[in-house]
Nanobody
Framework: QVQLVESGGGLVQAGGSLTLSCAAS????????VGWFRQAPGKEREFVAT????????WYKDSVEGRFTISRDNVKNTVTLQMNNLTPEDTGVYSC???????????????????WGQGTQVTVSS
């Protein structure tokens, strides 16, 4: 069992930046692929970014590519999502998720992940 906890959300103006962190307890994150998803009010949860267990591969939603960077520190047992040049369309609850590595790549769907955090709110004002 892996417990995931997100932090770093908040309110920011358009064009600003936020850094989200995903930390794990009970087990190490280094053996899991980790993804970030977000859910805006009235919308379905959507994929944002993912990183492989080794950190050697990553994948991004088209609309965040070039603005968001996912990285991991397997010593600190954390995965970070650096978000720059934020827009109001980036508003939502951001959740991290972990999955046991599989041959399929990239894991873009909710059902491909085994463990989820509670989420952290990101609000971007115009």
């Amino acid at each position: 069992q892996v417990q995931l906890v997100e932090s770093g959300g908040g309110l920011v103006q358009a064009g600003g930046s936020l850094t989200l962190s995903c930390a794990a307890s009970r087990r190490t994150l280094r053996s899991f692929d980790v993804g970030w998803f977000r859910q805006a009010p009235g919308k379905e949860r959507e994929f944002v970014a993912t990183i492989s267990w080794s950190g050697g591969r990553s994948w991004y939603k088209d609309s965040v590519e070039g603005r968001f960077t996912i990285s991991r520190d397997n010593v600190k047992n954390t995965v970070t999502l650096q978000m720059n040049n934020l827009t109001p369309e980036d508003t939502g609850v951001y959740s991290c998720a972990a999955r046991v590595p599989q041959p399929s790549w990239p894991p873009l769907r909710v059902h491909e992940y085994d463990y989820w955090g509670q989420g952290t709110q990101v609000t971007v004002s115009s």
